[in-house]
């Protein structure tokens, strides 16, 4: 592990984009292909399940260290990392001896979950007494299932394609999903008939960049396809040798969640790939995406929830036609070869995105500026003429997303934040009245800028009124803009509302707290967008 240690301190070292890549090609070029199978694995985040209580870890840290559980605690909360807290608290080894595998390691960590505590202690304390540095570092992010490194999966692409003389697209086709390193090997992951030997697998999905103002002085609405942006789970069904697969942007394999599906492997020819959004649908409109959360958190879908929860996939492109990758066909193609096959299956599982049509930008932003009324979060602009391209690309694919909802509500919570920040408090509750009461309904931790940071900070620590744990209730006297993009009825909340996506849109030094918006407010939002 000791050379992993290397690498990730290198990544560490810098913030630009060319040095990390140049960092992962050497480690790739200079590691054996066992430990780079493993290695992969962690960077790209597949790492071992956490089998360690983190109780337990702070515990044995006290015994070891002679440091008062409480401290430990409390130095838990100041730095906001337990891997990090691990490595400051366990006395210091000048005799480092433990040089295992990646291998080796991720073996141990997926067999540790059967052992008895004892066995856990003593295992944990064996590597505390023989690892230092960065090396104790990694093995307590690896024990407390927090392991995350410095760099994205594109690098990670990037770099292997480098060593490996192939394309970024067949890399990422090659890396994508959960898989298991302890189950395959670098050939078996790597060689030239593994896409073919590998017909789960989806196809890197290719996401829309942000649009820009400057874009709408440049291009011609004729050259793109619009269609409402909407909010679900961006999906490939597949179908290839009488199967099918169901994958998430989030390389989750949902085929067993969605059984309502398995009716298409009878109906799409083998070799079809489709792209699109996994949405509740009922009545001929989308339910809120809170029920698609019912349906994804169970491990058993009864037919209750198949009934009050029914899916649909939102179909935007085709990517694979009669075993053939047509990726690299322009989009207008792709669709309408889309279109034949929709009408030929006639599935009600299967509805064909809808095509917007526009005379100009300035008609398809009053439609964006009201897409909520037509239950959408926006547009979606492609490029009539462009290919199925890899990741977030800017030229071809854009999203064009509504203004974010907002309401004025009053901090009521505070918390430490999580690693730079942990030291400060930087996760807000807020609340909004109903009556003379302040009812929570949202937490946000993003949107301030670090001097406003700071100056929410100190202002925490001079209004405390009670203290639970790491929270600190305060003087409810600041008000903020909190903006959310959607909103749904929900029982698990004193308030009785949802929102979705909620972030900090301003500080409102400007208003007093009197001046904050009420829960009827909060329900007429509600009430008007709600699903």
Sequence with gaps: ????????????????????????????????????????????????????????????????????????????????????????????????????????????????????????????????????????????????????????KTLVVRALAKVLNEETSTISHLIIGKWNPLEITFDSLFNQNAIESKTHLPYPFYLAYPVEDSFFETE????????????????????????????????????????????????????????????????????????????????????????????????????????????????????????EILSEINSPLLLLSEEMHFSDWQEALKFRNEARNYHAEGLMIKRSNSPYEVGRKKGNWYKWKSDPLSIDAVLLYAQSGSGRRSNLFTDYTFAVWDGDQLVPFAKAYSGLTDLEINKVDRWVKRNTLEKFGPVRSVKPELVFEIAFEGIAQSTRHKSGVAVRFPRIARWREDKNVNEANTLDDLNDILNKYGN
């Design 220 to 339: 011609n609405i004729k050259d793109f396809i619009l269609e409402k942006k909407l909010d679900g789970i961006r999906g490939q069904i597949i179908v290839r040798d009488e199967q099918i697969y169901i994958w998430s942007r989030g390389e989750d394999v949902l085929t067993d969640k969605f059984p309502e599906f398995d009716l298409l492997k009878n109906q799409l020819s083998n070799g079809t790939v489709i792209d699109g959004e996994i949405i509740p649908w009922k009545n001929d409109k989308p339910l809120p995406f809170s029920v698609m959360q019912t349906r994804i958190g169970r491990k058993n879908v009864t037919k209750k929830y198949l009934e009050e929860a029914p899916l649909i996939m939102v179909c935007y492109d085709l990517l694979e036609d009669k075993e053939i990758d047509i990726r690299q066909q322009p989009l207008q193609e792709r669709k309408n070869r889309l279109i």
């Design 1 to 152: 592990m000791r050379k992993f240690a290397e690498l990730f301190d290198a990544l560490d070292s810098t913030t630009k984009t060319n040095a990390k890549v140049e960092a992962l090609t050497t480690y790739f070029q200079e590691t054996n292909q066992e430990d780079l199978l493993f290695s992969i694995a962690l960077l790209i985040g597949l790492k071992p399940k956490r089998a360690f209580k983190t109780t337990h870890l702070r515990e044995w840290c006290s015994e070891l260290s002679g440091i008062p559980l409480w401290l430990v605690e409390d130095s838990y909360y100041v730095v906001g990392d337990l891997a990090e807290t691990l490595a400051l608290l366990i006395p210091t080894q000048h005799n480092q001896s433990e040089n295992k595998s990646l291998k080796e390691y991720f073996q141990e960590l997926t067999e540790a979950k059967n052992w008895e505590i004892e066995e856990q202690k003593s295992y944990v304390l064996h590597h505390w007494n023989n690892l230092s540095g960065t090396d104790l570092f990694i093995f307590n992010k690896l024990i407390t299932g927090n392991l995350r490194v410095g760099v994205s």
